[in-house]
């Protein structure tokens, strides 16, 4: 119960359906979830450690606030750690990994071909990015790379009026699910950190 609260205000704020600076309304969180008030709680408290949302005593709990420039910082640490999570699934990934890397390479196509929108690219993007994250089968890397990449999704659906044509980006992650599947750990490091400098370029200037 507690794991469904968490995922289900993380995704509301992921997606600024909260917005950055608003109130958390616990009351309305709990009729939505059908639970009561420990589970909101308790998810409220890891999204605080996540730097998801912000607590101020006696005010309440408010989405955290977003600025622009926590982009570049979080492509600092991204880009290498990244470059590592690629690298380990070209080696470690299970044949069940790779098929399922394999598919998601197919829908690529698919998903611009049938003209895709900004958000669900956004969002597909970063399914491929969190099933790298666990074909590398290193909890803690998976875990501290799932909490960067969803603080820049926010970034990023913040500004989703002004982000440029992201398909291209997207389609780079064919050549890194493919090092993957080769098993080419050095290709698949640096595509990886290639699709991000990339991605995250784009998004910083809006080209």
Not at 31 to 43: F, I, M, Q, S
Request: hydrophobic letters at 40%; aromatic letters at 6%; a neutral charge.
């Amino acid at each position: 119960m507690a794991e469904r609260a968490y995922a289900y205000i993380r995704d509301e704020i992921v997606t600024t359906r909260i917005r950055p600076g608003s109130p958390v309304d616990e009351e309305r969180l709990m009729a939505e979830l059908g639970v009561g008030r420990t589970p909101v709680r308790e998810a409220l408290k890891r999204l605080a450690q996540e730097r998801l949302v912000t607590v101020f005593p006696r005010r309440g709990t408010f989405a955290a606030d977003i600025h622009i420039d926590d982009d570049l910082w979080l492509t600092e640490v991204r880009v290498p750690m990244e470059g590592i999570a690629a690298q380990l699934a070209a080696r470690r990934a299970t044949a069940q990994q790779r098929e399922k890397l394999a598919r998601l390479s197919d829908e690529i196509t698919k998903e611009i071909e049938s003209g895709a929108d900004l958000k669900r690219l956004v969002l597909f993007d970063a399914k491929i990015h969190r099933c790298v994250f666990n074909a590398a089968q290193n909890p803690f890397l998976a875990g501290t790379l799932t909490m960067y990449l969803n603080l820049s999704i926010r970034i990023w659906f913040h500004r989703l009026d002004r982000l440029p044509d992201l398909a291209p980006h997207v389609l780079d992650q064919r050549e890194v699910i493919q090092a993957i599947l080769d098993r080419d750990g050095e290709r698949a490091h640096a595509v990886a950190q290639d699709h991000l400098n990339g991605c995250s370029h784009s998004i910083r200037t809006g080209s």
